[in-house]
């Protein structure tokens, strides 16, 4: 079956750190990618994708490369901002039949100034 | 444009009671998808709804749970009874369905069970 492993969390860090979210994943077929977001209340959206092997998906300074050799699409940011602080939640779609999203357990970012 | 909206945010209810969540799509979304997001945990698919018919209700526990969505529009789950374990927050998301594999799902802001 599919499954999504990001690392766990909580992560702090101070205001223009750089940012590494690892995410791995499993899958039967070929995978698209997400990252999906959700702030403190509010519901989740898009915040990047990619469809195919080394494509890269970028959104608001975010950056994640869709590495099919090492199963890969680690979550990257030069300079994090107080407002990036959020849950990040990586997550796959196969279009096997149903084109459910299977989702990792998510990484809380608390970003300090 | 409007997004897809959820009725109620917050219900507290006790076991073996029912309840029911709304989810109104964004306009135009063929695809309406309800996901369970237990605290701690990523959203977990219940039931994936293609216009009005059923593309995928495997994780559903049919013994308690229930979903349609009438004339391919709203849709509606209810939990009857409920158990302890069903506490979480339930979303709804929508699609366009035109490209399932690579498109967007956007999402409601989920309703909050908790069952006491």
């Known amino acids: 079956g599919n499954s999504v492993t990001q690392m766990e969390g909580p992560v702090t860090l101070s205001e223009e750190a750089f940012l590494t979210i690892n995410c791995t994943y499993t899958?039967?077929?070929?995978?698209?990618l997400f990252w999906y977001v959700q702030y403190p209340g509010e519901g989740l959206q898009l915040l990047l994708k990619a469809t195919k092997a080394d494509d890269k998906g970028s959104n608001k300074g975010f950056e994640a490369t869709y590495r099919k050799e090492t199963t890969s699409f680690h979550l990257e940011k030069g300079s994090v901002q107080v407002s990036d602080s959020a849950v990040y939640f990586c997550a796959l779609t196969t279009g096997a039949g149903s084109y459910q999203l299977t989702f990792g357990k998510g990484t809380k970012l608390s970003v300090i100034p | 444009e409007a997004g897809v909206a959820q009725s109620p945010r917050y219900k507290i209810i006790e076991k073996r009671q029912s309840v029911a969540f709304w989810c109104n799509p964004i306009?135009?979304?063929?695809?309406l998808y309800w996901y369970q997001q237990i605290l701690g945990q990523g959203p977990k698919l219940l039931i994936q709804f293609q216009n009005n018919g059923v593309v995928d209700d495997s994780q559903l526990p049919k013994d308690r749970f229930s979903a349609e969505r009438l004339k391919g529009v709203d849709s509606t789950l209810k939990i009857q009874p409920a158990k302890l374990e069903d506490s979480a927050v339930y979303l709804c998301?929508?699609?366009?369905?035109?490209?399932?594999?690579?498109?967007?799902?956007?999402f409601g802001p989920g309703t909050r069970l908790l069952v006491l």
């Open positions: 899958a039967t077929g070929y995978p698209s």
């Open positions: 306009s135009g979304h063929a695809t």
């Open positions: 998301a929508s699609s366009l369905g035109s490209e399932p594999k690579a498109e967007t799902q956007y």
